[in-house]
């Protein structure tokens, strides 16, 4: 029987009578084969079905094999199966198909998913160049988090940006003219939002890459650190620029710094508000690689792709491990500091230090 009569069976009736008497992953589940669709595409055989139908993908990938070159297949993730494999076809296309079949997923209005194997790439994007994390990012940000937490089909998440990173909390939010009528109680909830944000992308088991372009600054160094490797492009740039604002720095941000970065860059990074370069950032180990500009999120790819290689089991415990070791303490240094930003900003210097920057003039600062 040659290929093209073995495609027609497989997307016919006939598909459980062909793979009754085969023996390996996926015979056994009726069900799922029944729900492998397949389309020939440039004279090759893609197979298409749902992530749950994994394993009766592959057993039809080897099947198929047998009647053609005998070369293995490519698996382009847990819903596209290419047997056999064309190598340089698939690249050229991957894309394409991968679109075809609808992988993307949109969390709330500003972020998408795409999934390439085991590997997911999140991205953030308000569609202009400050990218900054308005409130509903922000929750939207931890549901997506919180929801890849529970998937099993994915080893490594990669967290891009849009043309930067992102620029911080978003000043103009509506959002935050609520939070000045609120209450004390209110005003404590409404604060949660940052924090929680990033323990929820912390407490991933999977290993997490920020892709960072452009500036990433306050609230986007709080995203990234709390990430476990920053791919940064060479003309990126890191700032907190929180304490000349009156502010404090907040997020569960600074043990996670102290472990990166150690003490004293923590306190140059977080006090004086200066901007730190890429390269500045590697050398400190705030940044784990530097790559040409708009080269991020590949290079953050590349990353990806070594860890989805390895066992995920192995990969998930190892991460946890060192991730616990490194925060034990974390959680009892930064419980007050949601209190301490409410604290601050009631302050006449938070005031004072606004007002200034908005009029572009040295401020003058009281400790009131």
């Avoid at 909390?169 to 209450?183: I, Y």
């Avoid at 991933?204 to 960072?212: P, R």
């Avoid at 034990?328 to 006449?348: K, S």
Wanted: glycine content about 8%; aromatic content about 6%.
């Amino acid at each position: 029987m040659n290929s093209t009569a073995v495609v027609r069976r497989i997307a016919g009736l006939e598909i459980s009578n062909l793979f009754s008497g085969h023996s390996g992953a996926g015979w056994k589940s009726t069900r799922a084969v029944e729900r492998i669709s397949v389309l020939e595409w440039r004279g090759c055989p893609v197979l298409v079905g749902p992530a749950r139908a994994g394993g009766a993908l592959l057993g039809a990938a080897r099947l198929l094999s047998m009647y053609q070159t005998g070369k293995p297949f490519a698996a382009l993730g847990p819903r596209v199966i290419i047997a056999p494999d064309k190598k340089k076809v698939a690249r050229e296309r991957s894309q394409e198909v991968r679109d075809d079949m609808g992988q993307n997923e949109q969390v709330g209005e500003f972020i998408t998913i795409e999934r390439i194997g085991r590997v997911a790439i999140v991205q953030f994007n308000r569609g202009d160049r400050v990218n900054a994390l308005s409130a509903r990012l922000l929750r939207d940000l931890a549901a997506t988090a919180r929801m890849l937490r529970e998937d099993v089909t994915t080893s490594a998440i990669v967290l891009t940006g849009g043309q930067a990173f992102t620029g911080g909390a978003d000043l103009t939010d509506p959002e935050l003219a609520k939070r000045a009528s609120a209450s004390l109680l209110q005003r404590r909830e409404i604060l949660r939002a940052g924090p929680d944000m990033c323990d929820a992308w912390e407490a991933l088991d999977q290993v997490t890459i920020a892709a960072i372009e452009g500036f990433c600054i306050g609230g986007g160094v709080a995203l990234a650190v709390a990430c476990d490797f920053r791919i940064a492009a060479r003309g990126a740039h890191f700032r907190l620029p929180e304490i000349p604002l009156g502010m404090n720095m907040s997020w569960h941000t600074q043990p996670r710094m102290v472990n990166l970065i150690g003490p004293s860059r923590t306190k140059q990074l977080t006090i004086f508000g200066e901007r730190v370069d890429a390269v500045q950032a590697e050398r400190w180990g705030l940044a784990d690689e530097i790559c040409d500009d708009g080269k991020a999120l590949d290079t953050a790819r590349r990353w990806a792709a070594k860890v989805a290689a390895l066992p995920p089991v192995s990969v998930r415990m190892a991460k946890r491990g060192i991730t616990q070791a490194a925060t034990a303490l974390n959680a009892a240094v930064t419980f007050m500091d949601v209190d301490q930003f409410a604290l601050a900003a009631t302050g006449e210097d938070s005031r004072e230090a606004i007002a200034a920057f908005l009029e572009k003039r040295p401020p003058n600062f009281t400790g009131r």
